[in-house]
């Protein structure tokens, strides 16, 4: 009798994976996705699959999304201008409410839409919806190039979550279906603040004691001075590679993410690339890997 060796490939693949479904089922994978996936069709029907596989196998997916360049193009359709310090947006009352719109509203609802066109069962919220996210005002202090003195940078609506109530994000896990969660809070005083999405996902991640916390970027991974793919890090590590120049620009709030998260209850994070098809599945469900994975 003879078999299709392809066939055979596929069954050894998913053999591969029992361990890991065995291992993880009933726990929480937060994934922060964003970056060029968001704007490519096929990519965003590979990630709406790998998550409706993810809940089939009984692990409990929570989306956090981003949206800037989106944001972005939406502020010059509208003749806003945009400033940016350290990376984050400064938002002042026009901009937040143009973010609001375009995160909570269109791209919230477009990842819905190809998530429940998978198969799954997808419902889009803000951490506004039942008081989920508290957020709190982002203070940032930046270096003066000429005196060296450090000025307080005001960047308007910009906050970051000081409390996460998991119980409305629990309960639409228990009923089946698929958490989307736009990166939006309001303040202990009712205000309303764009959060970093990076920092959004890491913060429900902790609250949740998420098995991993995937956040999809543009590069491969965390890579050394020659470019090759680093795939296993420790905080202790993070900070000498910081030290020594490895480790530079958008790569540092992303680590910073992922350290704050391994510390305050995640098991693990992992830096992956979103524009590799399937880079979650492979990362997560083969001996092989795809991406730089930190663990405490």
Request: net charge negative; with cysteine; proline share 4%.
């Amino acid at each position: 009798m003879s078999f299709d060796k392809s066939m055979l490939a596929k069954a050894e693949t998913l053999i591969e994976a029992l361990p890991y479904f065995q291992r993880y089922a009933g726990r929480s994978f937060v994934v922060k996705y964003g970056g060029h996936a968001m704007g490519d069709p096929d990519a965003a029907k590979d990630f709406a699959q790998d998550i409706v596989l993810l809940k089939a196998v009984g692990i409990n997916p929570v989306v956090v999304h981003g949206g800037g360049p989106q944001i972005g193009a939406m502020l010059k359709k509208l003749g806003v201008e945009s400033q940016f310090v350290d990376g984050l947006r400064v938002t002042d009352k026009a901009t937040a409410e143009v973010a609001e719109m375009v995160l909570s509203g269109a791209i919230n609802k477009e990842l819905v839409g190809w998530v429940n066109a998978a198969g799954g069962r997808a419902i889009g919220l803000s951490g506004k919806d039942a008081r989920m996210v508290t957020a709190v005002k982002v203070t940032r202090t930046v270096k003066d190039p000429d005196s060296q003195i450090e000025q307080a940078v005001d960047l308007g609506f910009v906050g970051e979550p000081t409390k996460v109530d998991i119980s409305v994000l629990k309960t639409i896990s228990d009923a089946g279906m698929i958490p989307i969660v736009a990166p939006i809070a309001a303040g202990e005083d009712g205000q309303t603040y764009n959060i970093n999405a990076d920092t959004m996902a890491g913060a429900i991640a902790s609250a949740l004691g998420a098995a991993r916390l995937f956040l999809l970027t543009d590069v491969a991974g965390v890579l050394d001075k020659q470019g090759n793919l680093l795939t296993d890090l420790k905080p202790a590590d993070i900070a000498a590679l910081r030290e020594d120049g490895t480790v530079k620009g958008g790569m540092i709030p992303k680590l910073e993410t992922c350290v704050a998260a391994v510390t305050a209850g995640c098991e693990a994070a992992v830096v992956l690339d979103g524009r590799v098809p399937h880079a979650m599945l492979l990362e997560f469900f083969t001996s092989r890997g795809a991406g730089t994975l930190v663990s405490a």
